[in-house]
C-alpha cells in the first residue's frame, strides 16, 4: 500500500499554501518515492481522532488557521507525537504544535492562542513584533540540528504568511528538554522547532511548501516524504 499523509485543516483553494502543498508533495515524490495525500478537516478530528488517522504514516498540520476546530487540530499532533507518525507542521501548524506540547509536557493549563483569544494575559502563541504576511526572510539554522543536516547549510530564506508565533515567555523553555529550535531568524525569535528522540517530528513558521508554487523541490518536504515512507515500511 502506497504510504498516506493526511493533510490537516480546513482547504482553501486561495491559500497559497494549499496550492503549494500537493505540487510540493509531487516534486518530492518524484525524487524520494511514491506518497498519497488527504485532506482531514480539523473538526473530523474533535471525536475519535486515533481511528481517523491510524491508516496515516504521516501528518502535516497546514497553514491557515485560525482552523474551524483547534481542538482537532491539536488532537491531530498529538497523535502524530505519542504513535508516533511522521510530523510536519507550517506556519500555523507551527503554532498548534507549541499550543500542543505545552499543554501535554510543559503543564500549561491554558495554552492561549492570542488570535483566538486576545484577551489571555499570557498566551503561548502570541502577536509577532513586526507581521510577516507575505514576507521573505532569513533563518539561522541551528547547528547539529536535524533540520540543519537536512538542509546541508546554515542559513536558508524562506516564506511566511502569518501575524503570530512563540511567545518570547516560553522559548527559553526550548533550552532544555527534547524539544528543541531548529531556526531563528537574524533578531533570535524561534522559528522552527524539532524532537529529538521521534522518528520526524519538525514545526516551522515558515512556509517550504511555497517552493512548490515555483517547481522547486524543498529539502525538509524531501525528507518528510522520507520519513512518511519508512513509517510505511515498518511492519
Known amino acids: 500500500m502506497t504510504p498516506r499523509i493526511a493533510l490537516v ?35 473530523e478530528l474533535a471525536g475519535d481522532v486515533a481511528a481517523r488517522l491510524s491508516s496515516f504514516h504521516g501528518v ?23 504513535a508516533p507518525r511522521a510530523f510536519l507542521g507550517t506556519c500555523g501548524g507551527f503554532q498548534h504544535a507549541m499550543l500542543e506540547y505545552a499543554e501535554a509536557v510543559w503543564g500549561v ?20 513584533s513586526c507581521g510577516l504576511v507575505e514576507v ?19 542559513e536558508a530564506s524562506e516564506g511566511y504568511h502569518c501575524n503570530y508565533g512563540l511567545s518570547p515567555n516560553y522559548a527559553a523553555r526550548l533550552a532544555s528538554g527534547p524539544l528543541r529550535v531548529a531556526a531563528r531568524d537574524r533578531a533570535g525569535d524561534v522559528r522552527a522547532v524539532e524532537l529529538e528522540g521521534h522518528p520526524f517530528f519538525i ?7 511555497r517552493s512548490g508554487l515555483e517547481g522547486r523541490r524543498h529539502p525538509l518536504i524531501e525528507d518528510f516524504v522520507a520519513a512518511v515512507l519508512a513509517v510505511g515500511r515498518k511492519p
Open 109 to 128: 493549563e491554558r495554552a492561549a492562542h492570542a488570535e483566538l483569544d486576545p484577551e489571555a494575559p499570557d498566551p503561548v502563541v502570541a502577536p509577532l
Open 136 to 154: 521573505k526572510g532569513d533563518v539561522v539554522l541551528t547547528p547539529g540540528s536535524r533540520l540543519a543536516s537536512i538542509y546541508g547549510a546554515a
Open 60 to 82: 502535516w498540520c497546514v497553514p491557515a488557521s485560525p482552523y474551524a476546530s483547534a481542538r482537532g487540530a491539536i488532537a491531530a499532533i498529538r497523535f502524530a507525537r505519542e
Open 203 to 209: 514545526a516551522t513558521l515558515f512556509q517550504p511548501e
Open 9 to 43: 485543516g480546513d482547504f482553501n483553494e486561495s491559500v497559497k499554501a494549499h496550492q503549494g502543498i500537493p505540487r510540493s508533495l509531487a516534486l518530492a515524490a518524484e525524487h524520494a518515492g511514491p506518497v498519497a495525500w488527504e485532506w482531514v478537516p480539523t473538526p
